[in-house]
């Protein structure tokens, strides 16, 4: 079975939704690893409630790389086929991306490359823009920049606030990551510059 790491800074809604298309079988893949870089998030509740292994590794007041690096030590010994970023608020530094080239995918609330970084929903509706959605990616050295594995598109109503525009994009993230999650994985796919190409 392969093995992700899903590295998690609070809520954790995506994983609880990984996790339980795990449990449903509708994605073949163990999680061997839920680290949260917050002692607080709730994920490393949920974690532990679901009986998987969940790791405390605050990272206040460490830098980019060095904390990098203490994720790479601490996973190094599981194992870990892909590294799954759901909700994981900061930015990955170079000894992981190293250690799992082509093996680390994110989920943002926006269709890329439109809004990247933060408050993303506000800067949607400060645009006016009429669809907005999300998209899981390869990460890669950039902020959001990596090649994009799937997206999903939700229309921005008249009476959105960023919280309701929230809302409906989460309904998608929660589907379309797992998909993405389970094509990576199947490794019937191809990079072709910047395009993931599905192989039959
Ligand atoms: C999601 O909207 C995700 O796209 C973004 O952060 C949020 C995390 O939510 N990167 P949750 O912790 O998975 O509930």
């Known amino acids: 079975m392969k093995k992700l790491a899903i590295l998690v800074s609070g809520r954790g809604s995506n994983f609880e939704a990984i996790a339980r298309h795990i449990r449903e079988r509708k994605l073949k893949a163990e999680i061997a690893a839920v680290v949260a870089n917050v002692p607080t998030a709730k994920a490393l509740e949920t974690a ?105 598109v939700v229309p921005v109503l008249d009476g959105d606030t960023a919280d309701t525009l929230a809302a409906r994009i989460l309904v998608e993230e929660h589907r379309v990551f797992s998909e993405a999650i389970a094509l990576i994985l199947s490794g019937a796919y191809c990079v072709e510059g910047r395009r993931v190409i599905r192989k039959d």
């Open 48 to 152: 532990e409630t679901l009986g998987l292994p969940a790791i405390s590794l605050p990272s206040k007041g460490i830098d980019t790389d060095t904390y990098a690096a203490l994720v790479v030590e601490r996973l190094a010994p599981l194992g870990i086929d892909l590294i799954i970023l759901a909700g994981f608020m900061r930015r990955v530094g170079t000894p992981l991306l190293e250690a799992y080239r082509d093996r680390i995918l994110n989920i943002h609330p926006s269709l890329l490359p439109s809004f990247p970084g933060l408050h993303v929903q506000q800067q949607a509706l400060d645009y006016g823009v009429k669809h907005s959605g999300c998209t899981v990616h390869f990460v890669d050295a950039g902020l959001d920049t990596g090649p994009i594995v799937a997206q999903a």
